[in-house]
């Protein structure tokens, strides 16, 4: 699969301050997707992107698919006790047989403190 | 309630007895997955069906067989387990098989302890 180079590896923030994670790859991508994990779950689709340079919103959080198609953004707003969690980027590409491929970061731990 | 449900959620087991891991999901869709987490490598696709009889690898294929014989059900099978399949796994799944506009859905996870 194509790497996904997720940043920051990890973060530890105070309540009400804003957060901001990024993927980059050397591939384009057609999608990419933002996906949160709690523990012992599995991820939780968070946001979706179709188009180069779409900007999109889900409550507190935006993304960003990147111009070049190999890059995209996560931020979070006024962050609270909740966002803890580990956050994922995801590419996805299609493949030769009709079908496609999803292609995980490595994830970002967030740690948010009251 | 639109689900995808793997079981066990837990299991600890010995080098070499065969398991499987079943994996169902109640959204009539085509595409189904299956993944593995190890801590500081994210999730690794292992292998992948984009319908009823039709599977392909995916990046860490080694040590696994999977089977799609009916559009609800995609088993993870494991017929000689190995301690470097420790891990939690993580079965998904998606409408259709071009994925556009279609994201992943998720399972709660499988955690595999081989010893």
């Known amino acids: 699969g194509q790497q996904l180079n997720q940043s920051p590896q990890s973060m530890f923030i105070q309540e009400g301050e804003d957060v901001s994670m990024n993927c980059t790859s050397s591939s384009i991508f057609n999608t990419w997707l933002w996906y949160k994990q709690d523990p012992g779950e599995g991820p939780v689709l968070l946001i979706a992107?179709?188009?180069?340079?779409e900007l999109t919103s889900n409550g507190r959080l935006t993304a960003q698919f990147g111009i070049t198609r190999k890059d995209s953004f996560l931020n979070i707003s006024a962050s609270i006790p909740s966002d803890v969690g580990i956050y994922f980027c995801a590419g996805q590409l299609p493949t030769s047989n009709s079908g496609y491929a999803l292609n995980f970061g490595k994830g970002t731990s967030l740690l948010v403190t009251p | 309630e639109a689900q995808v449900t793997q079981n066990p959620r837990y299991l600890i087991t010995v080098t070499g007895k065969k398991l499987t891991v079943t994996c169902s999901q109640n959204m009539n869709h085509e595409y189904m997955s299956w993944y593995r987490q190890d801590p500081g490598l994210g999730l690794r696709q292992i292998y992948y069906?984009?319908?009823?009889?039709?599977?392909d690898k995916g990046d860490v294929p080694e040590g696994y067989k999977v089977s799609r014989k009916e559009k609800r059900n995609f088993p993870l099978i494991l017929e000689s387990p190995s301690p470097n399949q420790t891990s939690l796994y993580f079965c998904?799944?998606?409408?259709?098989?071009?994925?556009?506009?279609?994201?992943?859905?998720f399972g709660d996870g499988t955690r595999l302890s081989i010893l």
């Open positions: 992107l179709y188009k180069a340079g």
């Open positions: 069906s984009m319908n009823v009889e039709v599977t």
């Open positions: 998904a799944s998606s409408p259709t098989t071009a994925g556009y506009n279609q994201p992943q859905h």
